[in-house]
């Protein structure tokens, strides 16, 4: 039997002795190599942009591709009975995450092999909470700001706020503005808010802040 990595055309002699006579015939054997995913084990999206990701093996004869798992909303699967498949299409709004997916290559020539594909769709950041607020001054303020995006967002303020009130980026995509506003400083203030969560095209959101 073959061992695995033992591919290739081994030509031999095959020799038949009787009482007759003896004979002899060249004969080649062909291994046929084990079909192997040759493209890499991770894949990139974002939301809302399109987006083409080729899947190679190699193998003789070419191996054709099957996939298991759930695609992020928007993405389809195709094999092109080559040796090579496409993950492509354009992710959803809301199709943010990780997604593991199991590839599978098979010629009929040996056992089929397999492969965790992991997908990443990132989802550019917004943010969804109203662009003004009114406190009141010597009164306890709470003003949240809220965002979308995958990974969650971070925030940041430039600008002054009233005194009195303090800027705190939570961690989970929201940020607060929170203290008493200081007497004697009624008015209209306004800051900007950027939202950022590392998505590989660099966006950011903006948002001018107005506070009264």
Sequence with gaps: MAAAGDSGNYPILVTATSTSG???????VTVDPVPTITSPSTE??????????????????APSFTESGTLPAGLVFTDYGNGTAAISGFPAQSSGGRYPVTVTVDNGTANPSSQTLEITVFGPPSITSPSSAEVAEGSPADVTVTTAGWPLPALSLTGALPSGLRFADNGDGT??????????????????????????????????????
């Design 44 to 61: 990139t999206f974002t939301n809302n942009v399109a987006g083409y990701f080729t899947l190679t093996a190699d193998g003789s004869p």
């Design 175 to 212: 940020a607060s503005i929170t203290g008493t506003p200081s007497a004697g400083i009624e008015g209209t203030y306004q800051v900007q808010v950027q939202a950022t969560n590392g998505t590989p095209s660099g966006y950011s959101a903006t948002q001018t802040l107005t506070l009264t």
């Design 22 to 28: 003896i004979t002899t015939e060249d004969l080649t």
